[in-house]
């Protein structure tokens, strides 16, 4: 089946702009996580959805950073009034969950390389 | 406090050499799950192996071993007879499984670059 999907692929966009950055989940994962990978570094958590529900944003660096899934499948991470410091490989990725006591591996999409000039 | 530590930031191996790769973590929590993801030049992250606190039996899948000890509280990881397609960075990672059971956000390691050399 189809792994977890990311659009656009690249971004370049100017200081001050908003950008919006797609996931499309593997069918059936209820869970979705974003991540920002910066150069050197291993993933920084953003915000993870159960469903349609944000259940953790609390990595969220401030309030410019947003995201949804309304339907509970496809998420976007919206960036207002972008800054050079939000340059950055965005990640997402997408997990099984059940009510067993299990945590499920997450399966990452190829990200999106966002650079802010 | 949570964290995973991979202390070695960088290696360097010529092809057919073994090679360890070290993760130590720190939680508070009794049940959690470990994590090895390996990431390639090309960027996407690939799942290797999840491993719960409570299954200490070590693991080999191919060349690829685990090697997990709860007393020192690390999930190393060997490449047996190394090859140059395994050359990347490879993460560490830890999630917690608190009694709400509902985030299962990793905790991640700051990866170790592993070049294998022809």
């Known amino acids: 089946g189809a792994g977890v999907s990311q659009t656009p692929s690249n971004k370049v966009t100017e200081k001050g702009k908003y950008v919006e950055l797609r996931c499309d989940p593997i069918s059936g994962h209820t869970a979705l996580y974003w991540y920002r990978q910066s150069l050197g570094q291993g993933p920084e958590f953003l915000i993870y959805?159960?469903?349609?529900?944000?259940?953790?944003d609390s990595g969220l660096p401030n309030d410019r950073f947003f995201a949804v899934r309304p339907e509970g499948s496809v998420s976007t991470l919206k960036i207002q009034r972008t800054e050079r410091g939000d340059s950055a490989v965005y990640l997402c990725?997408?997990?099984?969950?059940?009510?067993?006591?299990?945590?499920?591996?997450?399966?990452f999409g190829p990200g999106t390389r966002l650079t802010v000039t | 406090a949570q964290k995973v530590t991979q202390a070695q930031t960088e290696i360097s191996v010529v092809e057919k050499e073994d090679v360890t790769l070290d993760c130590v973590y720190e939680?508070?929590?009794?049940?959690?799950?470990l994590f090895w993801y390996k990431q390639p030049p090309s960027g996407e992250l690939v799942f290797l192996i999840r491993?719960?606190?409570?299954d200490e039996q070590n693991e080999i899948s191919g060349r690829y071993s685990w090697n997990f000890q709860k007393s020192t509280s690390s999930f190393n990881f060997t490449i047996t007879a190394s090859q140059v397609v395994d050359s990347a960075v490879y993460f560490c990672a830890l999630t917690p499984f608190t009694n709400a059971g509902n985030n299962r956000k990793l905790i991640w390691g700051l990866g170790t670059s592993l070049a294998v050399n022809p």
């Open positions: 990725a997408s997990s099984r969950v059940k009510t067993s006591r299990v945590n499920y591996e997450q399966y």
């Open positions: 491993r719960n606190s409570f």
């Open positions: 939680t508070r929590d009794t049940t959690y799950y």
């Open positions: 959805f159960q469903g349609t529900g944000a259940a953790d």
